[in-house]
């Protein structure tokens, strides 16, 4: 097996996906914030996406 010698020429502070956001109101529970891949198909989406809730954003500021 030949291992994979491609290397990724993006620059470090360059993104490597563009992400898109959904905030999701609860009733009952506090709104999350759904991020999935910009130009997914729906079958994709269904795999690929995270959901973070209030206590997991910090200021930029603070984490610079």
């Not at 097996?1 to 996906?17: C, F, Q, R």
């Not at 891949?37 to 729906?42: C, F, K, L, V």
């Not at 989406?45 to 206590?55: E, G, M, P, R």
Request: proline content about 8%.
């Amino acid at each position: 097996m030949t291992p994979d010698t491609n290397t990724h020429s993006s620059k470090p502070d360059e993104p490597t996906a563009e992400l898109d956001h959904v905030t999701i109101e609860n009733d009952d529970a506090p709104d999350e914030c759904a991020i999935f891949p910009r130009h997914a198909t729906d079958r994709r989406l269904s795999t690929a996406w995270i959901v973070a809730h209030d206590d997991a954003f910090v200021a930029l500021e603070s984490m610079r």
